[in-house]
């Protein structure tokens, strides 16, 4: 069988130009302004929202990330079945994965915000979340500056390669994607009957 995401890649093969790419730039600005009115619009731009979430009090953070993995995953997956997109792995590292949520984990709690929320916090007026978007700044900076040190060391901790989760329990990927879906909107629905809004 044809894996989809080689056949397009085959069959999108495009010289690249060497004009400026302004479509591509309207596009992310467009996706950029409708993701952060979505997140703004869902209340996890919010900075009481957020802490709530981290203190098990306001579950909506978690229904919006939940939501947009079930939306994620079924569209990727699907248009990845019918050939229209491939899919761009990172390789999962165990240790770099661990040691970067942790870290992730802190600076989200240290300032009530993540980096996207942070974003869409500050469009909104919230200016305490140009701290963090300074943090932002410094740390990428610094990993910038040990990524050297790091691919030899920590990167290499726990490599799998570039899998995905049905791959690693040896499922098909169809129904394993049609499974975790049912999960996530039991999961949705629970969460909604328990913590309604």
């Given at each position: 069988?044809?894996d989809?995401?080689?056949?397009?890649?085959?069959?999108?093969?495009?010289?690249?130009?060497?004009?400026?790419?302004?479509?591509?730039?309207?596009?992310?600005?467009?996706?950029?302004?409708?993701?952060?009115?979505?997140?703004?619009?869902?209340?996890?731009?919010?900075?009481?929202?957020?802490?709530?979430?981290?203190?098990?009090?306001?579950?909506?953070?978690?229904?919006?990330?939940?939501?947009?993995?079930?939306?994620?995953?079924?569209?990727?997956?699907?248009?990845?079945?019918?050939?229209?997109?491939?899919?761009?792995?990172?390789?999962?590292?165990?240790?770099?994965?661990?040691?970067?949520?942790?870290?992730?984990?802190?600076?989200?709690?240290?300032?009530?915000?993540?980096?996207?929320?942070?974003?869409?916090?500050?469009?909104?007026?919230?200016?305490?979340?140009?701290?963090?978007?300074?943090?932002?700044?410094?740390?990428?900076?610094?990993?910038?500056?040990?990524?050297g040190?790091?691919?030899?060391?920590?990167?290499?901790?726990?490599e799998?390669?570039?899998?995905?989760?049905?791959?690693?329990?040896?499922v098909?990927?169809?129904?394993?994607?049609?499974?975790?879906?049912?999960?996530?909107?039991?999961?949705?629905?629970?969460?909604?009957?328990?913590?309604?809004?």
């Amino acid at each position: 069988m044809i894996d989809p995401g080689k056949a397009v890649e085959r069959s999108t093969e495009k010289p690249v130009p060497t004009v400026g790419r302004a479509p591509e730039l309207l596009g992310g600005i467009v996706f950029g302004v409708a993701f952060g009115f979505l997140l703004q619009k869902g209340g996890v731009g919010k900075f009481n929202v957020l802490i709530g979430q981290l203190l098990l009090e306001d579950w909506t953070v978690a229904k919006v990330m939940l939501t947009a993995i079930l939306v994620g995953m079924v569209g990727v997956f699907t248009l990845h079945h019918f050939a229209k997109v491939n899919l761009h792995l990172k390789p999962t590292r165990i240790g770099a994965n661990i040691i970067g949520g942790l870290l992730f984990g802190v600076g989200f709690a240290l300032m009530g915000y993540c980096p996207g929320t942070a974003a869409a916090a500050l469009g909104q007026g919230s200016w305490d979340a140009l701290f963090g978007m300074a943090g932002l700044v410094a740390g990428s900076w610094i990993f910038a500056e040990f990524s050297g040190i790091l691919k030899r060391t920590m990167e290499k901790w726990g490599e799998l390669g570039k899998v995905l989760l049905p791959d690693l329990l040896h499922v098909p990927r169809g129904p394993f994607v049609m499974a975790f879906a049912v999960v996530l909107i039991v999961g949705l629905f629970a969460l909604e009957r328990a913590f309604p809004r």
